[in-house]
């Protein structure tokens, strides 16, 4: 059984940090892809993140480029999103994600993924 359990929202000041946490169980860690999505109040669920299991390869939405780093550790089975330089519109719950189907190429798309974490709450304010 896949778990992916969120941790390490809260709330922050703009310009501000947090690091988020996903840890998984019940897969193949190092086989799967790992992505970060997030959901603003009254907005449909927006990819942020993502990072591939041959190469490490990682990638970006626009609107985090340069403030987020997503990072792996495999001998943890977890999966990290670092963010920096917050801003208010960052708020959202943030949801690890994974499929061993997900490519750079199909992972904004969150009808890929069949695992998902419950989420964790990330309030900037101004």
């Known amino acids: 059984q896949v778990q992916l359990v969120e941790s390490g929202g809260g709330l922050v000041q703009a310009e501000g940090s947090l690091r988020l946490s996903c840890a998984a169980s019940?897969?193949?860690?190092?086989?799967?892809?790992m992505n970060w999505f997030r959901q603003a109040p009254g907005k449909e669920r927006e990819f942020v993140a993502g990072l591939t299991w041959i190469g490490g390869m990682s990638y970006y939405a626009d609107s985090v480029k340069g403030r987020f780093t997503i990072s792996r550790d495999n001998a943890k089975t977890t999966v990290y999103l670092q963010m920096n330089n917050l801003k208010p519109e960052d708020t959202a719950v943030y949801y690890c994600?994974?499929?061993?189907?997900?490519?750079?190429?199909?992972?904004?798309?969150?009808?890929?993924?069949?695992?998902w974490g419950q989420g964790t709450q990330v309030t900037v304010s101004s």
């Open positions: 019940g897969v193949t860690f190092s086989r799967f892809p």
């Open positions: 994600a994974a499929d061993p189907s997900i490519t750079s190429s199909t992972a904004k798309d969150s009808r890929k993924y069949d695992y």
